[in-house]
């Protein structure tokens, strides 16, 4: 599953470029309007599924109520998206009330697709669900107390245990956040929480040193887990959110083997400079094909629309591990 990628999207790295990352030169794959009553569509999630992708998407309509949708598309590019957000079952339990939904994450587990996302319940906590086929979705415990946000399962268990990544935080818009590791046996029921990484120093890495999120699901390499992260540093003119990866131990993911001090990805295109939040790369799906040592990243930019950006597997986790903090 994790592997079968007949048709990854991809782009060679364009001439004369030495970036370790670059973006699709037909930016973005999903405009902000591709959904008749929003406002945008943004910091979404997609998975392989069956021939082609299926992926969850963070939709804000045009009351800038925030919602997920289910989406198909053939080769990870052109997206067909449901217009009405997901209707979830009861799961694990029967307490579903959610007072907004975003930014999921999908990975898929044994038999099932999980999701999670920031749910709304007395304030932002980390919202889990299942779906077998991306029609049917139920909705399981939250997993966390308010309040937190970046909830991010691992696409498999660890010691025979469920992981998670998760951003403890406040109700707003924080100045801090650090990463964060938890465990379950059941998907119900978490704890034994670790700190896995905090901000980095201003003088040594700027861009990361106001709060780190986790973005896309751990990918299992040679070198241990690879975890894309969102970065932020508080400028005279707001948040600005930039892109690093960082290589986990395999068997005790709340061990940094390996940080990248220079970002790989920062705002610099129109489309991430300029939009509802401007200045902003939040990753949250990486699809990969390690035999042919391709990945392809999804993004938001600027809270508006959905960007891809492509790098080498490779040359990633050696542009990590040559750059570590």
């Known amino acids: ?61 045009k009351a800038v109520q925030m919602n997920i949708f289910a989406g198909f598309s053939k080769d990870g590019i052109n997206w067909d998206l449901e217009h009405e957000p997901i209707d979830f079952e009861a799961g694990n339990t029967n307490m579903i009330e959610s007072d907004y939904k975003y930014d999921p994450r999908v990975t898929f587990i044994e038999d099932r697709y999980w999701i999670t996302w920031c749910n709304g319940y007395h ?21 966390f107390l308010p309040f937190n946000r970046n909830g991010v399962l691992f696409p498999e268990k660890i010691n025979g245990k469920y992981a998670m990544l998760s951003r403890p935080s406040d109700n707003g818009h924080t100045p801090f956040g650090d990463i964060y590791i938890s465990y379950s046996p059941d ?33 299992l390499t040679d070198e241990g887990w690879l975890l ?13 959110y930039s892109i690093g990866a960082a290589i986990l131990d395999e068997n005790e993911p709340e061990k940094v083997k390996y940080r990248s001090q220079p970002y790989l990805l920062a705002p610099a295109e129109l489309y991430e400079l300029t939009g509802d939040v401007p200045n902003v790369l939040f990753p949250c799906a990486a699809l990969h094909s390690k035999e042919e040592d391709k990945l392809a990243l999804y993004y ?26």
């Not at 973006?23 to 902000?32: F, G, M, S, T």
């Not at 932002?124 to 997993?143: H, L, M, R, S, V």
């Not at 894309?228 to 600005?240: A, P």
């Open 1 to 61: 599953m994790k592997n079968s990628m007949k048709n990854i999207p991809w782009q060679d790295r364009p001439e004369g470029s030495n970036d370790v990352m670059w973006r699709y030169n037909e930016n973005p794959v999903i405009d902000r309007y591709a959904i008749p009553t929003s406002n945008s569509i943004f910091n979404s999630a997609v998975v392989p599924f069956k021939d082609g992708y299926a992926g969850v998407f963070r939709c804000d309509n």
């Open 123 to 143: 304030g932002p906590t980390i919202g889990i669900g299942y779906t077998f086929d991306f029609k049917e979705f139920y909705q399981c415990e939250n997993a």
């Open 187 to 219: 998907m119900k029921y978490w704890g034994e929480h670790r700190c896995v990484m905090k901000v980095a120093p201003f003088e040594e890495s700027a861009w990361q040193c106001t709060k780190i999120g986790a973005g896309p699901v751990p990918i």
């Open 228 to 240: 894309f992260y969102h970065g932020v540093i508080n400028t005279c003119n707001g948040f600005r």
């Open 300 to 325: 938001g930019a600027a809270d508006t629309v959905t960007s891809v950006a492509f790098g080498k597997l490779s040359e990633i986790i050696d542009f990590v591990k040559n750059n570590s903090l």
